[in-house]
């Protein structure tokens, strides 16, 4: 029984932290509303993210977030700002799920798990704007913003409700990311030794 609570909320966390690949603070805020709502209980350490306090910083942030990615080139610079963000971010979403488990146990699983999986997602979503910017002279990014934003929300909400169905749309997410990444000519420039 104890091991299918923590595989369930290592389940949650995971999806939680494909959400904050997508937005940062779009899941945290969820997470934040669910526990005060009784809907999801905190592991001990995180009880932080389900007080008011804590609801109130990660409405303004989400607010902000989301504005920031529809100012035009501001955008592009919150990619740079927010990969690292997504990765913490993506970390302590899953090791706030993890329940029964030693200390060193439960971070590598969150470091690995969630910080992987949000870092997978955050790496995809900077190509795709770095695309568009390049291609479009970032007329398209406010409409890559929206799908980012609603892709958050949804993935959110998923891995509260249905949480093994989120674990599915994760991995598909994450294939379609690491596709993108690895075909992405942006991202292959950085990869890229010319001969001397």
């Known amino acids: 029984m104890q ?104 971070w590598s699983l969150a470091i690995i798990a969630g910080g992987c999986v949000s870092g997978i997602i955050q790496a995809g979503t900077v190509a795709l704007r770095a695309g568009s910017t390049s291609t479009t002279s970032g007329l398209a990014n406010p409409f890559l913003s929206t799908i980012e934003i609603f892709c958050s929300i949804f993935i959110t909400a998923l891995a509260m409700i249905f949480p093994v169905l989120c674990l599915f749309a994760v991995i598909w997410v994450c294939y379609k990311m690491l596709t993108k990444i690895t075909r992405s000519p942006y991202i292959k420039k950085l990869f890229t030794w010319k001969s001397m």
């Open 3 to 106: 091991e299918m609570e923590t595989l369930l909320g290592l389940i949650i966390g995971i999806g939680l932290s494909a959400a904050c690949g997508f937005r940062v603070f779009v899941p945290l805020l969820g997470l934040s509303i669910a526990a005060l709502s009784g809907h999801i209980t905190l592991n001990q350490g995180f009880e932080w993210i389900g007080t008011r306090v804590a609801l109130i910083a990660f409405a303004t942030a989400t607010f902000l977030e989301i504005v920031a990615y529809y100012v035009p080139w501001v955008d592009n610079l919150m990619d740079a700002l927010m990969t690292p963000a997504a990765i913490v971010a993506g970390t302590i979403m899953t090791a706030s799920m993890i329940g029964d488990m030693t200390p060193f146990l439960k």
